[in-house]
């Protein structure tokens, strides 16, 4: 138990190493005259990617959170609820269920985007990233 909490804890701080190393280089800011947007990743993710939140759901929470500015909560696939968490242009997460959270993140690669998603349980850490297709990109 303890050794998987720091095993987590170890992830976590390594994948906020990777997200500042590309934000200092430039990698991750997203050219404001881009359309892509994290809350549009969000809506329009695969059911392969996310498939406990219905894709009606998730554009529901998306507007009441633009014209109301407020976290609608919604039903998962569960019976449990989601709400989203925190929206930035190029950052969403959403706690999926009380054990899961999914986070998004916007990269630019050039003139290209680079979707990246942190799909968190109790105790793991998935990262895939994708590009603006919702293609896999390949690992190294």
């Known amino acids: 138990m303890i050794v998987s909490r720091i095993l987590t804890s170890v992830n976590k701080w390594f994948l906020l190493?990777?997200?500042?190393?590309?934000?200092?280089?430039?990698?991750?800011?997203?050219?404001?005259?881009d359309s892509l947007t994290a809350s549009k990743v969000f809506a329009d993710i695969p059911l392969e990617v996310l498939d406990l939140i219905r894709p009606s759901a998730r554009l529901d929470m998306i507007d009441y959170y633009e014209q109301a500015d407020s976290m609608l909560t919604v039903q998962n696939a569960l019976g449990g609820t989601s709400r989203l968490e925190q929206v930035a242009p190029d950052y969403l997460k959403v706690p999926v269920t009380p054990v899961t959270t999914l986070e998004i993140k916007l990269l630019q690669s050039g003139k290209s985007n680079v979707i990246m998603t942190l799909y968190t349980t109790n105790s793991d850490t998935q990262v895939s990233f994708f590009d603006s297709?919702?293609?896999?990109?390949?690992?190294?």
């Not at 190493?17 to 005259?33: E, N, P």
């Not at 297709?133 to 190294?140: I, V």
């Open 133 to 140: 297709n919702f293609s896999s990109l390949p690992r190294a």
């Open 17 to 33: 190493t990777i997200c500042l190393v590309t934000s200092v280089t430039g990698l991750a800011s997203v050219d404001a005259s």
